[in-house]
């Protein structure tokens, strides 16, 4: 690498207009590029206008307001065939960001425990997270995908579902687990709690940032428990909201009650953490491993516990080796779950797909998923790039 | 949890019982250090020795490796206790090559190892010169003259009989042997001084890299036609090889970057004092030193690709997987997709495992020689 050296720019050649002067030659260059990029994009887009027009296909987004017409079985938002493409639409974006949001913690958590198992002394842990990572990542995706919707598909049905806790049943209607009815009143109770922790976030740094000035050690933990679960807890009194869990039962062939989640959507969770968790988990391996080694021992020469060194003096120094490759992981996972319509679960590209063979507005729905997407990964960067500002080393 | 930096400590004990025998020192050191340690020996062991024991079970004791004829009734009454590996013999003619017609399939097999010899010959330091395109485009030549014919005696197949492994590995090195001259197109305007280049570079890359593949595959499958003029017909294949290449070089452009930028600006200066014109610059001095540096990560994302081929299912493209996925359509052995996937999943493994190896392999060597 180079660093950078303020040297002194040579003046800039004046600009002639001769093929021996070097800005001329430069101005040729990009006259001649783009103006080749222009022609092609416009002889592209009158064959479009032309084939579109033989076709009887009318251009533009009026079609988002007819209806749509396609059932959606698997849904957070209220929907029905008789509901607009662009409602649909809607249902589609929530379903991409559902199965990408939750994948993207789950894929952290398991990615960073595997990592750290990878490296750990026990040789039959390490050993066994290599062969994980190393599994994972060498098959397709979709392969895997399909095999996961195979065997979702292979385990028995409503009557005979396993259940591995009580209330919690694996059949091959899909994942059911015990739910708690939410009317409205507990949203206020899990509001209370956010607001609580993000409170005792600002109170912490501002205790810590008291430590740091006087040297007293202040208990911090008290006031979390007093924020984020007695003060909540106490509203919920007050209010007299009911956290009854309801437990599912089988009637006939289907189970009523509980929160259920589809095959087709578990089948992509499982397969998008799982595959991810394994890249995960070599970011994080080579992230700790860039930690040098004197960080370790001056931490274990102070005494310090090993869990403790892991977490308060290693870690955070990974992290700024881990975040910039992990934001692309989160990119991929994001665009890699767009592989749903392989298996019927209707995330935005299917429904895009769906709306294209409907109306044949081939533009219009590509121009959708592609807008879709960028807007995801530009909001994940936007994330990435302000939390790897805010853990950057402060160099004095 | 149990991590590294866990230097063994000297002991000052006598050597006995644990320290008598290098075996039972080592498991001492790695398996049984301390209580939490042993506890997730004890744990694990536990568990691979259920899952192993299950899997031979299923897979080797309980297995049907052969049936009589198309009658599968053995397979069926074994179903959920044991793997019916009689599928594989079966259909394998067809997952590994598709429709391509029957008693020319030497030709695709042919073509296989033509591949395979191409990419060792390309892993070889020694070939890592201007001749290594020469070879390229001789070796693809070849697989083109086996796979199409026309020629020679061989009988002409169309590509739409193309498929299987032939096609998984054509999407693959196609992209590779088209996307990498535009990666390092795109990868010097990205780095030029010129603005309106650099920017036409930028957008291309930040485009294709914002949106999933599927998204292109849909793209070269449905609006590719809409954009053609009246009359041109590209085929199927070619369309979707074509979107392939056009993801192929966002990737490799932004790898090739990476290669540009280890070049020590020296390098260009003094090239530049020589009188050297840019692209004379760029051929003999930059370029030779920037992609020297990246073939570790252009290994990967070539294992990335080879992976991602398989999203041309979507799109009705019969590559490997989606042989597979048809060759069980066929009722009889329907409920045999797992014994299937397992097959392929072993060919795509030996593939992407074989390359992540010699990736890695370099890595430590550029390691050591630096």
Redesign the interface.
Known sequence: ??TPMPTKRPPRQRLSFSLQNERFR?LL??IA??GI?VLFIAW??S??V???S?RRISTGFAFLGREAGMPITDTWLAYSPKDTYLHAFMVGIVNTLRVAVIGIVLATILGTAVG??R???????SR?AAIYV??L????????L??WY??MQ?LPPARGAWKPIEGVFLSNRGLIVPAIPLDGGQFWVIGAAVLGFILFYLLRRRLIALQVQDGKARRIWPHGILLVIVLPALLSWVLGISWAVTFPELRGFNFVGGWSFAPEYFALLIALVTYTSAFIAEIVRSG?QAVP?GQ??AA?ALGLR??FV?RQIVLPQALRVIIPPMTSQYLNLT??S??A??IGYQDI?SIA?TT?NQTGQ??EA?AL??AV??TI??GISLFMNWYNAHIALVER | ??????APRPSSRPRTGWDAHPVLRWLRA??F?SIP?TV??LL??AL?AKMVVGFAQWGIWDAIWTVPGNDTGACRAAR?VGACWAVIPEKYRFILFGTYPYDEQWRPALATLVFIALFYVSSLRFFWRKELVLIWAAALSLIGLLMWGGIFGLTFVSQDRWGGLPVTLVLATFGLAFGFPLGILVALGRRS?????RS?CVLYVE?IR??????LL??AS??F??????GVNIDKLLRAQIAIVLYAGAYLAEVVRGGL??V???QHEAAEALGLSYWQRQRLIVLPQAIRHVIPPLVNTF?AFF??T??V??IGIFDL?TTA?TAIIDPAWQAF??EV?IF??LI??AF??AM?RYSRHLETQGKQGA
């Open positions: 690498m180079t430069a260059w990009q590029v783009v990029a592209l887009w064959n479009a032309h084939n579109l033989v750290i198992a490296l750990s002394s026990n040789w039959l842990l066994l190393e599994a990542r060498d098959i397709p995706l979709l392969l895997q399909l095999v195979v065997l292979g700790i080694r370790w021992d274990v090993k869990s892991l665009k890699n767009s592989l319509v392989a590209v797909n294209l081939a533009i590509i998923i592609m997407f960028l990964s530009l | 949890m149990a991590t590294t930096a866990d790695n398996l250090s340690s997730i020996t694990l062991f691979l959920g001084k010129m603005p309106a280049i036409l485009l914002g949106v999933p593949l599927i998204s849909f793209m449905v609006m036609p809409l954009f053609m003029p009246d930028q280890a020590p600006r020296g294992i992976k991602d398989s999203l299912l979507i997987l996925k997709s797992v996937y392929v999943a795509y493994f992407c495992f992540s």
